[in-house]
């Protein structure tokens, strides 16, 4: 055999091996197969089964029971909250597609197709002015037994009726209906009341300064409307600050599941005592997405203690300047360790008291200051009214100065929305059109393509007022009224106030998410 033949070979005998490996082993499948199912043929070929073991079912072993036990123990004091609420959809405003030829004004084919979407899915905006029905769902905390109950703000806020589901309730009970107490904007915090038969099962508040990164915790609310959901993770970050310019919301962040409904619900620690309400998530899909954001309960209790208080509001104390959110090395460099005054608001304690842009606050009352948010802390806990020593440097040279502490809500209306909307007993008295502005921030005029120090924000509109009937909506921006350029909140105010019943009111507005391609429009009416 020459040397070519004897390779062939090897290769024939190499491929028929395989080829018998693969039979073999298909076989051997197809003998345990019917081995398998002949055996659970009844009499086949006599096979017995007599020496089977039953399966049994060992009795409840409580392995690690800490989660199961604090979720007994929270579980009656969580509920669950439904709200409806009525949006009225404007008579005159047409829905306008994204893109519109020169001078269009609608009324295309394109444009009623548009038309059509929303008149369909949500309920014929701009098209007959019929009322939209909205509900929603969230959860809250019991923390007195006499029906006082912790959530979110935006859970409850313009809600025309508010419904408290206990735990212990069927589900087809309607649930208990609700009041607010008092309304936090600045901490989406919120109180609201039932009147309950019996003494409520309540939760107990901890100190979540105690908590580090890495700590055991449960979340407990009603996702998507799944009562008594309990979810476990551990603490991810604290002090995370997610919402900008609002100096207040320092949030402990945590990987247990937080979904829609969620919010108002309890964020637990291990020894059942609440730290934080489930307020916010950080998601691309609206659903949990492993990022959530608890208002801490150190800060949960001062503001509950004030919304119950006579007011029903929560006040907070300023000295009127501003400064750097974030610590800055080259500032300190500059300036000097401390907090360094970037603006002092016209008319406010601080310039009363001489203080400048510039200066560096290094102590209040003595106490040393590390950070802008110790200073915040420090004053807003005070009382409007009373005193402070301030210690600054300017120059180089160390100096010092006593101010006067006034209310942060009255002293940045503007920027807050006009003392806090829906605050309590005092609201402020609604505008003549029903709606509330605020200042471009600069941040807003870039993306909008809008020149520095133009036009207003529309912050909120009042339900069934002028500004709604002629379709202003929240996150539009108010280039003139009348012809009259609106460059600042003082602006609006100015030329409002000019305004009579009967008069024809025209604005000129860039709606909320349109570009600078995208043009303005008129909003108009008639004044009633």
């Known amino acids: 055999m020459d040397s070519r033949a004897s390779a062939f070979w090897v290769r024939f005998k190499a491929k028929r091996w395989a080829y018998t490996f693969t039979i073999l082993a298909t076989l051997t499948v197809g003998i345990l197969v019917g081995t398998i199912v002949s055996s659970g043929v009844k009499g086949k070929e006599g096979q017995k089964s007599s020496d089977a073991t039953p399966l049994t079912i060992p009795s409840p072993r409580q392995l690690s029971n800490q989660f199961s036990q604090i979720a007994k123990q929270l579980e009656p004091s969580v509920v669950n909250i439904n709200t409806e609420s009525t949006i009225k959809s404007p008579q005159r405003r047409r829905v306008r597609p994204p893109q519109g030829g020169q001078g269009d004004q609608g009324g295309g084919d394109d444009d009623n197709g548009f038309q059509d979407f929303f008149d369909r899915f949500f309920g014929g905006q701009g098209g007959d002015g019929g009322n939209i029905r909205q509900r929603s769902l969230g959860s809250g905390v019991i923390v007195d037994s006499k029906g006082y109950i912790l959530t979110n703000r935006h859970v409850v806020e313009k809600a025309d009726r508010i419904r408290v589901k206990l735990q212990d309730e069927p589900p087809a009970t309607p649930g208990h209906e609700a009041k607010v107490i008092g309304m936090d904007q600045e901490t989406d915090l919120a109180v609201i009341k039932i009147e309950p038969d019996r003494p409520l099962p309540t939760a107990k508040l901890g100190n979540s300064d105690g908590m580090e990164v890495g700590d055991w915790v449960l979340a407990i609310g009603s996702p998507f409307g799944l009562q008594e959901t309990v979810t476990a993770g551990i603490v991810s970050a604290k002090g995370r600050n997610i919402v900008p310019n609002r100096q207040f919301q320092s949030f402990i962040q945590t990987d247990a599941a937080i979904n829609p409904g969620n919010s108002g619900g309890p964020l637990v620690n291990m020894a059942g005592e609440v730290i ?6 950080l998601t691309e899909t609206s659903s949990y997405a492993g990022v959530g954001f608890a208002m801490p309960s150190n800060t949960v209790a001062q503001v509950y203690n004030q919304l119950i208080g006579p007011d029903h509001r929560v006040s907070r104390g300023s000295i009127g ?17 401390g907090v360094t005054v970037s603006n002092v608001v016209a008319g406010s304690p601080a310039e009363t008291a001489g203080l400048k842009i510039g200066d560096t606050i290094t102590s209040v009352d003595g106490k040393e200051l590390k950070s802008g948010d110790e ?12 005193k402070a020593k301030i210690a600054f440097v300017r120059n180089g040279k160390k100096q010092d100065t006593t101010v006067t502490i006034a209310d942060r809500s009255k002293l940045f209306a503007s920027r807050l929305g006009d003392e806090e909307e829906g605050q309590g007993a005092d609201e402020p008295k609604p505008s003549k059109s029903g709606i509330t502005v605020r200042a471009i921030t600069p941040d ?23 500004g709604e009937d002629v379709g202003l909506n929240r ?17 609006f105010t100015k030329i409002e106030s000019l305004l009579k019943s009967g008069q024809d009111v025209v604005f000129l507005v860039r709606p909320r998410g349109s570009r600078a391609q995208d043009g303005t429009i008129f909003l108009a009416g008639t004044l009633p």
């Open 321 to 337: 300047i501003e400064f750097a959110a974030q610590p800055n090395p080259a500032i300190a460099r500059i300036y000097g360790s």
């Open 475 to 491: 996150g539009d921006v108010i280039l003139e009224l009348n012809k009259q350029p609106v460059n600042s909140p003082d602006d």
């Open 276 to 281: 934080g309400i489930n307020t916010a998530i």
């Open 444 to 466: 807003l005029a870039d993306r909008l393509n809008i020149p520095a120090g133009k036009g207003v924000v529309v912050q909120d509109v009042k339900q069934g007022s002028f």
């Open 375 to 386: 200073l915040v802390a420090d004053i807003a806990a005070r009382k409007p009214g009373t």
